[in-house]
């Protein structure tokens, strides 16, 4: 019997063999992990990533790290928050922190791929903007399971892989000519259809999210408690949700603290669309905040989602409400000067998503809004790039090129040539 239910948030139907989809009923909902064990606990069915009893897998057949959590000093000092604490996903031996993709993506797509494996699925395909696809390409190597990657050629620069045997090019990457992320997700589950593979399935998905939890599951068997405070840049949201919904578990738990950590979540100016949505208080994105001139401007691409889960109910709207939560927008020149500050105090070199929550902790902590009431989580989702490249070898693949105007009979002779 399996130790964990899958339930609609809006009107609670069990459902059952469902891998990634809305409740029938409740098209705008999104599905939530119900387990059965109220109670947390770090003695799970394998190590790493895998020693935590709340995540939807059984037997995991391959290794998985997990995040590095601590208690910051330098950069603490500089921030003037006395218990900060960082989770490191990334590459930072010193720290315990081996993610050989640099980035939290790489619980995402452990559990993705555990958990189809355990539902019989024989492959996947899914769409990304670079980290992602790190992820899966490594995890498609390491654990055997075939995997279609599916990404924009804007976000190409961080398509870089481990030359190491079977990791370098272990999955097929397909490269958007003509779009962005948004357009390479619907290029994605064209090619699942015509594929005859299951499309991974984004936020949708809750082994995604509970994969991505593993930080917040990490956070609180290191602390002891519930953080006061969260801090994270967001895409599609799914990191956030996720953040929200191990916490709601904790609570029910009873023994981490009787409060949600408060939800601060950064985006990348002046692509912005869900802190500009929430600064109206609405559940709506408007569309002209969508305009694909405003990616072009950012330094982070990998969060230019144009289709976040934002206004779904579960969603980071309802996440931001229910923990009294907050969003921030930050420039280029603060994602620029925070990496170079949590680098000096640290010691560690960060990403640039990771730059944009670096930057609204020190923003809010400017203002006195956080640093007095209790322990303070930073997710770095990404860092240790140069570190890992000085310790390994590194190289950049020759993606595929496709439209996002192909036709079913273009997709079918592309893949003919992509899969062999």
């Known amino acids: 019997m399996s130790h964990f239910n899958i339930v609609c948030r809006k009107c609670g139907k069990v459902l059952e063999n469902a891998y990634c989809a809305f409740c029938e009923h409740c098209v705008n909902a999104l599905l939530v992990t119900e387990y059965r064990e109220k109670e947390f606990s770090s003695r799970g069915p394998g190590e790493g990533a895998w020693k935590f009893n709340w995540l939807p897998v059984h037997s995991p057949g391959f290794k998985q790290p997990g995040p590095a959590v601590y208690r910051s000093e330098g950069f603490a000092r500089q921030a003037g928050i006395p218990e900060l604490y960082i989770c490191f996903c990334g590459y930072w031996p010193e720290r315990g922190a081996l993610l050989q993709t640099c980035t939290f993506k790489e619980f995402e797509a452990a559990v993705v791929i555990q958990n189809a494996m355990e539902n019989g699925m024989q492959g996947l395909v899914a769409a990304s903007a670079g980290n992602t696809a790190r992820a899966f390409a490594h995890l498609s190597s390491t654990s055997g399971f075939p995997a279609i990657i599916v990404v924009p050629s804007m976000c190409l620069p961080e398509m870089w892989y481990l030359e190491e045997k079977g990791i370098f090019g272990s999955a097929p990457t397909i490269a958007v000519s ?225 439209s996002k105007n192909a036709s079913e009979k273009e997709i079918e002779k592309f893949l003919r040539h992509a899969v062999r």
């Open 178 to 402: 003509d779009g962005d992320y948004s357009d390479s997700i619907n290029v994605a589950k064209r090619i699942a259809l015509v594929a005859g593979m299951p499309f991974e399935g984004g936020v949708k998905n809750i082994a995604k999210r509970d994969g991505l939890g593993i930080v917040m599951l990490e956070a609180v068997n290191t602390i002891g408690t519930l953080p006061r405070h969260y801090f994270q840049a967001v895409g599609s949201g799914a990191g956030a949700i996720a953040a929200w919904e191990m916490s709601e578990r904790f609570l029910k738990d009873g023994r981490y603290g009787s409060s949600l950590p408060v939800l601060h979540l950064a985006q990348n100016l002046p692509f912005a669309p869900m802190t500009k949505a929430y600064m109206r208080k609405s559940r709506e994105i408007d569309p002209a905040d969508l305009d694909f001139a405003f990616i072009s401007e950012t330094t982070t691409r990998v969060l230019s989602n144009r289709y976040p889960a934002y206004g779904v109910l579960g969603g980071v709207f309802d996440a931001l409400q229910a923990t009294g939560g907050t969003m921030y927008g930050i420039t280029n020149d603060e994602v620029y000067a925070a990496m170079d500050i949590f680098e000096e105090t640290e010691g560690i070199d960060l990403v640039p998503a990771a730059g944009v929550a670096t930057a609204a902790l020190l923003k809010a902590a400017k203002k006195g809004t956080v640093g007095s009431d209790g322990p303070v989580l930073l997710n770095i989702t990404g860092g240790g790039e140069r570190r890992l490249k000085r310790d390994m070898a590194v190289g950049r693949i020759n993606p595929l090129l496709i």
